[in-house]
């Protein structure tokens, strides 16, 4: 009997040796593609965000972590892409979260031009009812687009707001929390970069050290 238990153990061992090998194997021999990948969708995000026509820059490594709780929504550092054309600014892509979704946070990442109007908004991850609040997912609808070409006067811009609070963003119907969410979590994006264009553009490029 314990000769058996010795032996099954044994196997155990060399089983769960094993499995680690392998695990470390693919890993090695897959991280260079995962990361090719990865870089591969954030280019196609940023430059939907932030037209090609806009920037001549590669906007992946003109990165900058800013940690700013009230504009992000987040405690955590969040990363803001530079855009420049012909060696001059000419604009940004902010990522930002959206705290107060129906079912959790929403990430989203948000262009803006020199003039602090509104190039594109995407939502990189949410967690928000299917059929309802997923309306913000550009695979379902175009609501982001309607964002496009508006900048926000002021913190307080009374317009940036969905029509059911006197603003002039549409909301969902039976999902107004989801689009009020977005609605002011792309104001502050916005309104931050306004407030701070010239501060960022001294900043360093620090995202590739995290």
Not at 62 to 89: F, K, Q, R
Request: aromatic share 6%; proline share 3%.
């Amino acid at each position: 009997m314990l000769q058996t238990m010795k032996k099954s153990s044994l196997v155990l061992v060399l089983f769960a040796i094993a499995s680690t090998a392998l695990v470390t194997i693919t890993y090695t021999l897959t991280k260079d593609q995962i990361a090719y990948q990865q870089q591969q969708q954030l280019l196609s995000v940023l430059n939907q965000v932030v037209p090609t026509k806009q920037h001549d820059n590669e906007l992946f490594k003109a990165c900058t972590l800013i940690s700013n709780v009230d504009a992000l929504g987040t405690e955590e550092a969040m990363p803001i892409y530079l855009a420049s054309l012909n060696g001059n600014h000419s604009g940004a892509a902010i990522e930002a979260i959206a705290p107060d979704g129906y079912s959790g946070a929403i990430k989203i990442i948000v262009g803006v031009d020199a003039n602090s109007m509104v190039t594109g908004v995407r939502v990189l991850s949410h967690q928000e009812t299917p059929g309802l609040g997923d309306k913000i997912d550009t695979r379902i609808t175009r609501w982001v687009d309607g964002f496009l070409g508006k900048s926000v006067d002021s913190a307080n811009d009374s317009s940036w707001a969905v029509q059911k609070d006197g603003g002039q963003f549409d909301q969902f119907t039976g999902a107004t929390i989801t689009p009020r969410a977005v609605v002011k979590a792309v104001k502050k994006a916005v309104w931050f970069y306004k407030t701070h264009q010239d501060e960022l553009q001294t900043l360093p490029l620090n995202c590739e050290a995290n």
